[in-house]
């Protein structure tokens, strides 16, 4: 019992530690950060979604600039957008701006950090320190807790509390929130968008981007390729269809949850063309 009881002691110090780092509030300048956190990845993604509230109790309004951090070969800002009613994923040009008196929020399935090019798989439990530059406040650093894969926003109260207070469940995140990718190599870049992000038929939608990160409007096809080896799923490739400028889509099915292996084929010229592999998951 003995035992038992100081086992029980360390695991709640572990959680609240834990939720803590989680629910850090880190203030500079007139800003407030909370919130700030990311999903565990896959072995062999090469990106991860960065999500935090930045509230501005100042009388002027400021701007985030850039971010970066030790954990990725570069962090970019992006906005989610409807474009010719297809959703697109940009990185915002100019920083983005924070009005006085008002919070932005960064969540999966809109505005988001980017972090692409990581330097090793995130782990669940564990913290990414991230540097934010601000116009009017200067730089700070905020750690951002690495959830689950696939889990959600930290909750407004720690896990001890709230066994404490036996507070109702929380409902589950949307189950159709579109999965996220960037894919990338020396010659082409690809902002893929996966929708809904749960098992079924999908529709798969390609940004492509040159080696500069321009938008890539002269490619002559693409091909996607789909497959689940866990599962005993053998690869099913499809055509994309050319839906505008650096735009192609997709629908294929992803009939099981887990770890899915997404190939894409890009013909950059009649006599030139590249393939890019990355994981995704499907809930």
Request: net charge negative; proline share 6%; glycine share 10%.
């Amino acid at each position: 019992m003995r035992y038992a009881t100081i086992g029980l002691a360390c695991g709640l110090a572990c959680w609240i530690l834990l939720t803590a780092a989680a629910h850090a509030e880190v203030t500079v300048g007139n800003l407030v950060i909370t919130k700030a956190w990311s999903r565990a990845t896959p072995g062999g993604a090469q990106v991860a979604g960065g999500y935090l509230s930045i509230e501005n109790k100042g009388s002027l309004p400021d701007r985030l600039l850039s971010a970066s951090t030790n954990a990725a070969r570069k962090v970019e800002i992006h906005e989610m957008a409807l474009d010719k009613g297809i959703m697109t994923m940009r990185p915002i040009d100019g920083g983005l701006f924070i009005d006085a008196g008002k919070t932005v929020k960064f969540e999966p399935g809109g505005r988001h950090l980017m972090l692409i090019g990581l330097a090793a798989p995130l782990t669940e439990g564990e913290q990414v320190a991230v540097s934010l530059a601000f116009e009017q406040a200067g730089h700070v650093s905020v750690p951002f807790a690495v959830q689950g894969i696939g889990g959600r926003a930290p909750d407004p109260l720690t896990r001890v509390e709230a066994a404490l207070k036996r507070s109702p469940a929380v409902a589950a995140d949307d189950p159709d929130e579109p999965f996220f990718a960037h894919f990338c190599n020396s010659k082409a870049m690809a902002n893929i968008t996966v929708s809904p992000g749960r098992a079924g038929p999908v529709e798969i939608t390609i940004q492509l981007e040159d080696d500069d990160e321009r938008p890539l409007t002269t490619a002559l096809g693409v091909s996607v390729t789909l497959a689940n080896p866990d599962k005993g799923i053998a690869p099913v490739t499809a055509i994309a269809e050319h839906v505008g400028d650096d735009k192609w889509m997709v629908q294929m099915d992803a009939l099981q949850s887990g770890r899915w292996s997404l190939d894409l084929g890009i013909r950059l010229s009649a006599t030139d063309a590249v393939n890019i592999e990355a994981p995704i998951l499907i809930r």
